[in-house]
């Protein structure tokens, strides 16, 4: 009698597992499914900015050492951000590290110590970025990145 009790025991357990391991299945599956569903099905919203932020980032190879005022010194490094009309190609940064320098050097210590003073400088140098790397009407750089920035 012991041994009927065991064998009528083991094919319940056997059925919650396999029920419990279906279950799992499904529930990885359809979450799966959706995830697919969302990240594929793309709108139109998301289509515009993704043609607005396409295109190249070139990044300077190296920091710049700016003097700042009162003896103290800015380390920079950049990127910038190009347009769909500036090409494949990355832009020369020799007129980008003139015009960071001329925007930098000088500067009070105390301007860059807020965000709200990098920020203000940092979108100056953009204007002056855009204009400079525009040709014939077409803008070929769009944003400026700083890979590095170190006061002292």
């Known amino acids: ?5 065991e064998t009528a025991e083991a094919p319940k357990k056997s059925n919650k597992m ?3 391991v279906i ?3 499904l529930v990885i599956l359809g979450g799966g499914g959706a995830g697919a569903f969302f990240m594929l ?29 009162d003896g103290h010194y ?3 490094g950049f990127a910038l951000q190009q347009t769909e009309d500036a090409g494949t ?3 020369d940064l020799s007129e980008a590290y003139q015009l960071a320098i001329d925007e930098y050097t000088g500067r009070k210590l105390e301007e ?8 203000k400088i940092k979108e100056e140098l953009k204007t002056k ?8 009407k077409k803008k070929m750089v769009m944003d400026i990145y700083y890979t590095s920035f170190v006061t002292q």
């Open 23 to 25: 279950a799992l299945v």
């Open 129 to 136: 970025l855009i204009e400079a790397y525009t040709e014939e």
């Open 18 to 20: 396999l029920m419990i």
């Open 41 to 69: 099905r793309g709108d139109s919203a998301s289509a515009a900015e993704e043609k607005l932020v396409k295109g190249v980032v070139t990044a300077a190879e190296s920091t710049i050492t700016v003097n700042l005022a």
């Open 74 to 76: 800015l380390k920079l």
């Open 112 to 119: 860059l110590s807020t965000a709200e003073g990098r920020e």
């Open 89 to 91: 190609e990355a832009v």
């Open 1 to 5: 009698m012991a041994d009927e009790k």
